[in-house]
Nanobody, 125 residues
């Protein structure tokens, strides 16, 4: 099975930017849909964005629309989340997840099969 491995998290000030990366370990993402989710302490794990296997379609949560961009480079077997205009409310552990296309709703965590361990993003006010 493929293991997503996130990187790029850190501490930034409000209004700043970060780019998260998610690389495939022990397998490939090439035929997978990729999603980003985030979870703040005491909160549910919430959808952020997903991208199709070809990169041709993307979808974003309303809370990040216009600020975050998901992309992928299949040659590098990596998916990215570019985060701009960061707000304190974006503070969370960010998770990368992968799934084969099955027709399941892709804005729900239960639709994904392979999960990374997460990377912490902290936005100071």
């Amino acid at each position: 099975q493929v293991q997503p491995v996130e990187s790029g998290g850190g501490l930034v000030q409000a209004g700043g930017s970060l780019r998260l990366s998610c690389a495939a370990s022990g397998g490939t993402f090439v035929n997978n849909l990729l999603g980003w989710f985030r979870q703040a302490p005491g909160q549910e794990r919430l959808f952020v964005a997903f991208i199709t296997s070809s990169g041709g379609s993307t979808y974003y949560a309303d809370s990040v629309k216009g600020r975050f961009t998901i992309s992928r480079d299949n040659a590098k077997d990596t998916v990215y989340l570019q985060m701009n205009s960061l707000k304190p409310e974006d503070t969370a552990v960010y998770f990368c997840a992968a799934t084969r296309p099955t027709g399941r709703a892709l804005n729900f965590a239960s639709s994904y099969d392979y999960w990374g361990r997460g990377t912490q993003v902290t936005v100071s006010s």
